[in-house]
């Protein structure tokens, strides 16, 4: 069934993302990410040992918060936040992952700076219930 | 009965689809009232005008491989690039596949009503009133993105790619050009409630071409599909 298939791929997703981003334990990672990973978002390196360098490298703080999350067929879009990279800012990011044969195998992102509500014209976040005060008094380059 | 949740609205191909219910080859024999081949053309071309229209045309079968054997094929020939939904569910209507493709259409349709027709007709007919926004640089309501539809530079133009969609929201990925001075990738991320499209996020990025990317990839691919 479909049904089982779509929530198969968001859990796969979603273990991946914690795994990797928060959890930091990239040999767990390997059992998620294809050896023949794709990546196209424009700052990551090629492949899963470009993805998971650039985590390693990331700061300790290094966080990821996932909000929606929707599959259809071998696609699963999620929404979510990362904060502690090293700016000061957070980002938003919507990721577009390609499931194959039970790993992630190919991935697409938009990142974006997240507004705080100075910087806001909806007064809506862009991500989750609230808008974030950032730690410095840096405003950020949104 | 429940109360109507929203007024009567005039039918257009924008908030109409047509539902063809198995059309099974093992199920014409049931058809007592009228000849098979009246029923055969008459459910072409009701799908041949369905098409002419461009309406969204949804088609199922019930258990195909099993009892009631394929949909008979004048009318798969008819719809090409439809895919025919086999359920194991009597009533059709159970299958959410179906509600997530209305849902689908619904958002596709208003994007591109906004974005490429930029017609000022789409925010009445397919959002709703309380139209909520969580894009940082627009703010609240329909009214805004009115206004903005005016200013928006000649060369503006949307390219829609992957569309996924589940429950009540709806996905985009795109690519904008005249936003600023790069073209920006995007996903867009509808709610649909109540058949309008009723909240908005974005996340949105300046494409950097493959060339530059740091993997030599395209931030969008037309290998992913697209509407």
């Given at each position: 069934?479909?049904?089982?298939?779509?929530?198969?791929?968001?859990a796969?997703?979603?273990?991946?993302f914690?795994?990797?981003?928060?959890?930091r334990d990239?040999i767990a990672?390997?059992?998620n990410?294809?050896?023949?990973y794709?990546?196209?978002?424009?700052?990551?390196?090629p492949?899963?040992?470009g993805?998971f360098?650039?985590v390693?490298?990331?700061p300790p703080?290094?966080?990821y918060?996932?909000?929606?999350?929707?599959?259809?067929?071998?696609y699963v879009?999620?929404?979510?936040?990362?904060s502690?990279?090293?700016?000061p800012?957070?980002?938003?990011?919507a990721?577009?992952?390609r499931?194959?044969?039970g790993?992630?195998?190919?991935?697409?992102d938009v990142?974006?700076?997240?507004?705080?509500?100075e910087?806001?014209?909806?007064?809506?976040?862009?991500?989750?219930?609230?808008?974030?005060v950032?730690?410095?008094s840096?405003k950020?380059?949104g | 009965m429940?109360?109507q949740?929203h007024?009567?609205d005039p039918l257009?191909?924008?908030?109409?689809?047509?539902?063809l219910v198995d059309?099974?080859?093992?199920l014409?024999t049931?058809?007592?009232?009228?000849?098979?081949?009246?029923?055969k053309?008459?459910v072409?071309?009701?799908?041949k005008?369905?098409?002419?229209?461009?309406?969204?045309?949804?088609a199922?079968?019930?258990a195909r491989d099993?009892?009631?054997?394929?949909t008979?094929p004048?009318l798969?020939?008819?719809?090409?690039?439809?895919?025919?939904?086999d359920?194991?569910?009597?009533?059709a209507?159970?299958?959410?596949?179906k509600?997530?493709?209305?849902?689908?259409?619904?958002?596709v349709?208003?994007?591109?009503?906004?974005?490429?027709?930029?017609?000022?007709t789409?925010f009445?007919?397919?959002?709703s009133a309380?139209?909520?926004q969580h894009?940082p640089?627009?703010?609240?309501?329909?009214?805004a993105i009115?206004a903005?539809?005016?200013?928006?530079?000649?060369?503006?133009k949307?390219?829609?790619?992957?569309?996924v969609?589940e429950?009540?929201?709806?996905?985009?990925?795109?690519?904008?050009?005249?936003w600023?001075?790069?073209?920006?990738?995007?996903?867009?991320?509808?709610r649909?409630?109540?058949?309008?499209i009723?909240?908005?996020?974005?996340?949105?990025?300046e494409?950097?071409?493959?060339?530059?990317?740091?993997n030599?990839?395209?931030?969008?691919t037309?290998?992913q599909?697209?509407?």
């Open positions: 069934m479909s049904q089982t298939k779509q929530d198969r791929n968001k796969l997703v979603l273990e991946a914690d795994t990797l981003f928060n959890k990239y990672a390997e059992r990410w294809s050896p023949r794709i990546q196209h978002s424009a700052h990551i390196a492949g899963r040992e993805l360098e650039l390693k490298a990331a703080n290094l966080k918060e996932s909000g929606l999350v929707v599959a259809d067929g071998d879009i999620l929404h979510g936040r990362f502690g990279i090293g700016l800012v957070n980002w938003i990011a990721d577009v992952v499931i194959e044969d790993f992630l195998a190919e991935h697409w990142i974006q700076d997240e507004a705080t509500r910087q806001s014209k909806s007064g809506r976040p862009m991500f989750g219930d609230s808008l974030p950032y730690a410095t840096e950020g380059t | 429940p109360e949740p007024p009567y257009t191909s924008d908030n109409t689809a047509l539902v059309h099974q080859v093992g014409m049931g058809v007592r009232d009228y000849s098979t081949g009246e029923l053309h008459n072409v071309a009701l799908a005008a369905a098409k002419a229209l461009k309406l969204p045309i949804v199922t079968t019930t099993s009892l009631w054997g394929p008979f004048e798969v020939e008819a719809l090409p690039g439809v895919e025919i939904i359920r194991s569910s009597v009533n209507f159970d299958d959410e596949r509600a997530a493709d209305s849902k689908k259409a619904l958002a349709a208003g994007i591109k009503g906004v974005f490429i027709d930029r017609d000022p789409v009445d007919r397919l959002f309380d139209y909520r894009n640089q627009i703010p609240n309501g329909t009214a009115k903005l539809l005016g200013k928006l530079p000649a060369d503006f949307y390219e829609p790619g992957l569309v969609a429950g009540d929201y709806v996905t985009i990925h795109g690519r904008y050009f005249g600023g001075p790069k073209p920006m990738i995007a996903v867009d991320i509808f649909v409630a109540n058949g309008k009723a909240e908005h996020w974005d996340v949105m990025q494409e950097v071409p493959a060339a530059q990317s740091a030599g990839n395209s931030m969008l037309s290998t599909g697209s509407v």
